[in-house]
């Protein structure tokens, strides 16, 4: 099956600064890709939809200003969590589905633990 | 998009068989069923995916009845290896929108 990748796996930061989170679609273009995130014990929660070449859709409830997503190519989107605190500590989760795919299917990448001290 | 209900957990042991039984009353005719796995500290992933009758690959069966308004997920013989979160959709996304996903069902399986 086709592969989405995420870096980094963990990261640790100060409250205060940014953290900027990669997903690649390895071996497919994705011209749409989407961000979760998933605290401890619950589902997924959609964060925003990330579009290649325009700009992100965001779910209500989610600062855009604070997480900044760029899809700059048909691989790559990037999430930017800005001036994080602890709150925004939580597992973040990228998918993107394959054009022409079966329903229902997308493919995750392995997720982006973040820890805001 | 239709709601689906799941059991939040479940227990099993090595070897066993495990049922995992979703409710979608208000499926639609042109949604699929569709079951994610997620590993602790992973990305979900697509497992299995039927309209109707029975569907069966090297991961699970399941079974849909003729009125679709549920589904039954069936692992044959678990292992450790087994515990997850397995997560029931009942949609007709094609690629332009986020998945949504449930509560989902949390399974652990003991030695």
């Known amino acids: 099956g086709a592969v989405v990748s995420q870096h980094p796996s963990r990261v640790i930061c100060k409250s205060g600064t940014s953290v900027k989170i990669e997903c690649r679609s390895l071996?497919?273009?994705?011209?749409?890709m989407f961000w979760y995130r998933q605290f401890p014990k619950q589902s997924l929660m959609l964060m925003a939809t990330?579009?290649?070449?325009?700009?992100?859709?965001?779910e209500q409830g989610v600062e855009k200003d604070k997480f900044l997503i760029n899809h700059a190519s048909l691989t790559l989107s990037t999430l930017t969590v800005t001036s994080a605190h602890p709150e925004d500590s939580s597992f973040y989760i990228c998918?993107?589905?394959?054009?022409?795919?079966?329903?229902?299917?997308?493919?995750f990448g392995p997720g982006t633990r973040l820890t805001v001290l | 998009l239709a709601k689906t209900t799941q059991p939040i957990s479940m227990d099993s042991y090595e070897g066993q068989e495990v049922n995992i039984t979703c409710s979608h009353n208000?499926?639609?005719?042109?949604?699929?069923i569709t079951w994610y796995q997620q590993f602790p500290s992973q990305g979900p992933r697509f497992i299995i995916q039927?309209?109707?009758t029975k569907v069966t690959n090297e991961v699970a069966s399941l079974f849909i009845p003729a009125d679709r308004k549920s589904s039954t997920l069936s692992l044959p013989r678990v292992s450790l290896s087994d515990t997850a979160v397995y997560y029931c959709?009942?949609?007709?996304?094609?690629?332009?929108?986020?998945?949504?996903f449930g509560s989902g069902t949390r399974l652990q399986v003991q030695p």
């Open positions: 998918s993107a589905p394959i054009r022409g795919g079966r329903i229902n299917e997308q493919f």
């Open positions: 071996d497919f273009q994705a011209t749409t």
């Open positions: 990330s579009n290649e070449g325009s700009k992100a859709t965001y």
């Open positions: 208000n499926i639609a005719t042109n949604d699929y």
């Open positions: 039927g309209y109707k």
């Open positions: 959709l009942a949609s007709q996304d094609t690629g332009r929108r986020a998945l949504t």
